[in-house]
């Protein structure tokens, strides 16, 4: 059956030239009888125009003439300029005439925004015809149809193909320069508050019995670690941050605490991460209520452990809390080194400090720790034996204002309190270090009486009067190391807890 004839299909005439072209096309075979100019004028005439030779790329119309004869439809279509469409019938190609309302409605999606052809360097100095007409401006675009040959915008390059054209030079460092750099120096803690006594305290000042000093730890020792060889390696400034206090004058030691731990902890966290493949980490410990912890204070102490050995199986049930370096920060007119050769008040708050960090080290199964204060750095081991002397410490200190001069060589690097805490997380890596003492101390509960292995105490320290004594024995059941295990040391119906 053949379609319906339309009254549109029928009326072509003067006006054909100006109406828009049907929307579908057919591709037939050239007729038979031959074509004359009065098939152009009367009756209905067949566009044998193929849609695939028209070229969208191009911004040109090539004309018709009504004088054609039929042997030029097989022939290639030839472009050429916009001609003058004063000389007779002229009539662009079918797509060309449609707006963009129509094209945004009917157009086919791959049309509707077809990129130009942008020639690249390669091409050759004499483009072929279709290349022209690709490259010409686009101020000689038809006007009326801007919207198939917009090209697309460009892309944007990528950073990494910038970064390596043109690379921009990072500042690099070292960790030796980075952890013997000055320290910011803060003045004194202006208010010192001595607490009252807390019932539940577990440690007094007459339980450090020898002090030693510590002469091993020093530069050289620090700088013969296995994971010293990374000190002097070139490290991107960016990998190790610069920073400043921006207190100076801390009112309290809880003041001091926090301006210590916004400086300190970063600082050696990332030098330390530097070094090591399971490197340990210094944070603040969180406040605990857990009674097996003798009422330790923690609101003024630094913790170094490995991540994910904070929260132990036995801090998650009750136990003893664990670390491989314990510290603590404290006000230098309570605690500073100068006190031991003063009178016998001075001597004693320098054994209540070093009794602090001695409970501690305790109760953390550790061996290493330190006291930090506004002018130095103090620290102490605790004994090398695996099981060690109750209240036998070995201590040092260096001055937080020591920093590493210009031009120093290995040799005159000073030691520095960085580099002193950095020497002592290396310390208590997950390998015993040769020549040095394991981080862990085999305490073990207090039922186990490990306390009685002490030692006797040295001639320069005072003896307690006989109220301390009383509160002692009040707070935990013993007043000497020797005296045996009492009731309060063990658990309930006498089941030990904790132990092993």
Not at 110 to 126: E, H, K, L, N
Request: aromatic content about 8%; proline content about 10%; hydrophobic content about 35%.
């Amino acid at each position: 059956m053949l379609p319906k004839i339309r009254s549109q299909d029928q009326a072509i005439g003067s006006s054909s030239a100006s109406a828009s072209p049907p929307k579908r096309m057919r591709t037939s075979p050239a007729p038979s009888v031959p074509r004359t100019s009065s098939h152009l004028h009367s009756g209905h005439t067949r566009s044998y125009t193929n849609p695939e030779t028209i070229s969208f790329s191009a911004a040109l119309s090539f004309s018709e003439d009504a004088s054609d004869t039929p042997s030029l439809l097989c022939s290639p279509v030839s472009f050429a300029p916009a001609a003058d469409t004063s000389a007779g019938h002229s009539r662009r190609a079918s797509t060309c005439s449609l707006d963009n309302g129509a094209i945004e409605k009917y157009g086919f999606p791959t049309y509707r925004q077809m990129p130009a052809y942008v020639p690249g360097p390669s091409d050759s100095a004499t483009p072929t015809p279709q290349l022209a007409q690709a490259q010409l401006p686009q101020t000689q675009l038809p006007q009326s149809e801007p919207y198939f040959y917009q090209p697309y915008a460009p892309r944007a390059p990528s950073p990494l193909a910038h970064a390596s054209m043109s690379p921009e030079p990072t500042p690099s460092t070292t960790m030796m320069t980075y952890l013997t750099s000055p320290n910011p120096a803060p003045s004194l803690v202006r208010t010192i508050s001595f607490p009252l006594r807390d019932p539940h305290t577990r440690h007094f000042w007459w339980d450090v019995r020898q002090i030693r000093p510590w002469n091993s730890f020093n530069a050289a020792t620090v700088l013969s670690l296995p994971a010293a060889a990374s000190l002097t390696c070139p490290v991107p400034a960016p990998l190790l941050p610069a920073l400043s206090t921006s207190q100076r004058h801390p009112e309290t030691e809880a003041a001091l605490h926090s301006n210590y731990a916004s400086y300190y902890l970063p600082k050696l966290n990332a030098a330390l991460a530097l070094s090591s493949t399971r490197p340990l980490q210094l944070s603040v410990p969180t406040k605990s209520a857990n009674p097996a912890s003798g009422g330790m204070a923690t609101d003024c102490m630094f913790v170094a452990n490995v991540a994910g050995e904070s929260a132990t199986a036995a801090a998650i049930f009750g136990g003893k809390p664990t670390a491989r370096v314990v510290g603590l920060v404290k006000s230098f007119d309570r605690f500073n080194t100068g006190m031991r050769v003063e009178g016998n008040v001075k001597r004693v708050e320098y054994l209540r400090g070093l009794s602090h960090l001695h409970h501690a080290m305790r109760e953390h199964g550790c061996r290493y720790g330190f006291i930090l204060t506004e002018i130095e750095l103090v620290f102490v081991r605790n004994g090398g034996e695996s099981t060690p002397h109750f209240g036998y410490l070995e201590v040092g200190s260096v001055q937080l204002a020591a920093a590493s001069g210009d031009g120093n060589s290995d040799e005159q690097t000073p030691l520095t309190a960085c580099l002193a805490l950095w020497g002592l997380c290396m310390l208590a890596a997950d390998e015993p270090v040769m020549g040095h003492a394991h981080w862990r101390t085999e305490i073990g509960a207090p039922a186990e009486g490990t306390r009685r292995k002490a030692l006797a105490r040295d001639d320069w320290m005072p003896q307690p009067q006989l109220a301390e004594k009383r509160e002692s024995k009040r707070a935990r059941g013993w007043v000497w190391p020797e005296d045996p295990v009492g009731r309060k040391e063990l658990g309930k119906r006498g089941v030990r807890y904790g132990a092993c």
